[in-house]
């Protein structure tokens, strides 16, 4: 059965850090998205099947995506965080070696509930 298990959102100040984990039950190529209140859903990070990495531009440089395939966990490390990255973080998974648009949510077809990142002082 498909899986997803969020965690790691929190409340912190700008210019701290926070990492969020996702535990699956096991997809080729997963994403990170966001979604901010009034605004559309978007692509923040994702990763393929071999490790190869795509970012949006607002968060290169802070952000770094990773996953422990023998665990089935995805990962999103945010450093320097933004009152602009508050938003419901979403993971998203598919079974396709590599998405033709990474940063699409159209790829994507399993969804977790999402956790919830505030950065705000």
């Known amino acids: 059965a498909v899986h997803f298990e969020e965690s790691g959102g929190d409340s912190v100040q700008p210019g701290g850090s926070l990492r969020l984990t996702c535990v699956t039950s096991g997809f080729w190529s997963m994403a990170w998205f966001r979604q901010a209140p009034g605004k559309e859903r978007e692509g923040v990070a994702a990763i393929a099947s071999d490790g190869v990495t795509t970012y949006a531009e607002s968060v290169k440089g802070r952000f770094t995506i990773s996953k422990d395939n023998a665990n089935n966990t995805l990962y999103l490390q945010m450093n320097s965080l933004k009152p602009e990255d508050t938003a419901m973080y979403y993971c998203?998974?598919?079974?396709?070696?590599?998405?033709?648009?990474?940063?699409?949510?159209?790829?994507?077809?399993?969804w977790g509930q999402g956790t919830q990142v505030t950065v705000s002082s």
């Open positions: 998203a998974g598919v079974y396709v070696p590599r998405a033709l648009n990474p940063l699409s949510s159209d790829e994507y077809n399993f």
